[in-house]
């Protein structure tokens, strides 16, 4: 609990960006598409958190080395193949590149706080560092250098830029299409609309399957014992999605007044998604105002 709360200077300085932007959109009265924002707010996140840096979506309004489109283009490859994996497209090579610069930049021997025995199981009054996966991925190698390679240590920066920015940025988005589609807008609690956006609207829209049928199974020359599987593997970063959509969504609302556009504003009110892994709001817009 206390690593999660010491990134939430880095989420809110991610919100003053998001905010700053929506500012300038409203006074443009452009309409604004829902999803690239909060894929900006999302990555930028995401960016700091893993990296300590942020990689400029929110300053640049625009895809970073092309990592969301590349990503999109992947799993998209991964629902049609019925396989996650590869190593093509720009995007996932501006990710590693990016993360192999910082390695070299820092050295995979630096000490880091969990190194030094200040870990997540610390006291949670303690006034906790501010530590990014990068340095924490860094100390285990450092511990462990055998079974937690430098390979380890960039797969699991990709990981985290894979899984937890597009997942934030839609259900920030379903968030917003519920309230303002008035389906949401009687619950109180704002940990009750997230859990109902995130029950109405999952961001994932595909089985993980991953036991293997009875009599095993030989894949590429592979055989697979029957019953195995992955084993339990719960997301790693839920709390930190909550942490971002639980600043930015009181905070919006209460600066801004949001109108849906375009076909969700239209008489059936609904929106298209697209379901390639994760389950994307297409055509998604609306205007701000500040008044
Ligand atoms: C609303 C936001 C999120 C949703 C809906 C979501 C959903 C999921 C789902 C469904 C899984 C698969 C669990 C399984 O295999 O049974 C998963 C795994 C994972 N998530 Fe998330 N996630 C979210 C946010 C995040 C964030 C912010 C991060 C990174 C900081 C993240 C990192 C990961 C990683 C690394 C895994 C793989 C865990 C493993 O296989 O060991 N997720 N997530």
Not at 9 to 19: G, I, L, S, T
Not at 140 to 159: D, I, M, Q, R, W
Not at 228 to 236: D, E, N, T, W, Y
Request: with cysteine; net charge negative.
């Amino acid at each position: 609990m206390s690593s999660l709360v010491s990134y939430e200077p880095y989420v809110d300085e991610c919100a003053d960006v998001f905010v700053e932007r929506l500012t300038e959109l409203s006074r443009a009265g452009a309409s604004v598409d829902t999803g690239h924002w909060f894929q900006n707010y999302a990555f930028d996140v995401i960016g700091m958190i893993t990296y300590a840096k942020r990689l400029g979506f929110l300053d640049r309004g625009e895809d970073i080395g092309d990592i969301i489109s590349a990503l999109g283009g992947h799993l998209t490859y991964a629902t049609l193949a019925r396989v996650l994996g590869g190593e093509k497209g720009r995007g996932r090579a501006f990710i590693l590149h990016f993360t192999q610069q910082l390695m070299a930049a820092s050295g995979t021997s630096r000490p880091s706080a969990s190194a030094n025995g200040n870990d997540d199981d610390g006291d949670e009054l303690a006034a906790p560092a501010v530590e990014s996966f990068l340095s924490k991925f860094q100390s285990k190698n450092v511990a462990a250098p055998e079974t937690f390679t430098p390979y380890h240590v960039l797969t699991g920066c990709a990981a985290n830029m894979v899984a937890g920015s597009d997942t934030t940025a839609i259900t920030l988005s379903a968030i917003l299409y519920y309230l303002l589609r008035n389906l949401a807008q009687q619950m109180l609690c704002l940990q009750a609309v997230i859990k109902e956006a995130l029950r109405i609207h999952p961001a994932t829209g595909l089985p993980i399957e991953r036991v293997v049928p009875p009599g095993g199974s030989t894949i590429a020359g592979f055989h697979f014992a029957a019953g195995f599987g992955l084993g339990s593997r719960p997301c790693i970063g839920r709390h930190i999605s909550t942490l971002e959509i639980g600043k930015l969504v009181p905070r919006i609302l209460r600066d801004f007044n949001f109108t849906l556009d375009g076909l969700a504003a239209g008489p059936t009110g609904g929106w298209e998604t697209h379901n390639m892994w994760f389950v994307k709001p297409q055509d998604f817009w609306f205007t701000v105002t500040t008044e």
